[in-house]
C-alpha cells in the first residue's frame, strides 16, 4: 500500500515538473524566442519528466516490466542525453563570451 502511495505522489509532482517546461515551450514558440537551445533543454526536460511520470504510473498499476524493465533505463537514457546536450551548450555559449572578449 505504501508502495502505491509512493508512486502516486511521486506521479503528481513529475506531472507538475512536465506542465512547466511544457508551458514554457509553447509560450516561447509564440513568442519567436531566439535562444532556440533553451527551447531544447525544455524539450529534452519534458521529455524525462513525462517518462518519470509514466513510470509512477506503471508502478502504481504494478506493472514491474514496465516501469523497471523499459521506462527506467529509458528516463536514464534521458537525463544523460539533456545533461551531455547541457555541457556542450554551456561550451559553446562560454565560447562565444570569450571570442567576443577577444575580439574588442
Not at 4 to 22: E, L, M, N, S
Not at 31 to 40: F, N
Not at 92 to 98: A, D, P, V
Amino acid at each position: 500500500m505504501i508502495q502505491i502511495q509512493y508512486h502516486f505522489i511521486d506521479a503528481i509532482f513529475y506531472f507538475a515538473g512536465f506542465v512547466v517546461p511544457t508551458y514554457f515551450i509553447l509560450k516561447s514558440r509564440n513568442q519567436k524566442i531566439g535562444s532556440d537551445l533553451l527551447v531544447k533543454l525544455m524539450i529534452l526536460l519534458a521529455s524525462f519528466m513525462l517518462i518519470q511520470f509514466t513510470y509512477h504510473v506503471a508502478g502504481m498499476l504494478d506493472l514491474k516490466i514496465l516501469s523497471k524493465g523499459i521506462l527506467e533505463p529509458l528516463s536514464a537514457v534521458a537525463m544523460t542525453i539533456f545533461a551531455i546536450y547541457y555541457f556542450f551548450s554551456i561550451r559553446k555559449i562560454s565560447r562565444g563570451e570569450k571570442e567576443e572578449k577577444a575580439s574588442k
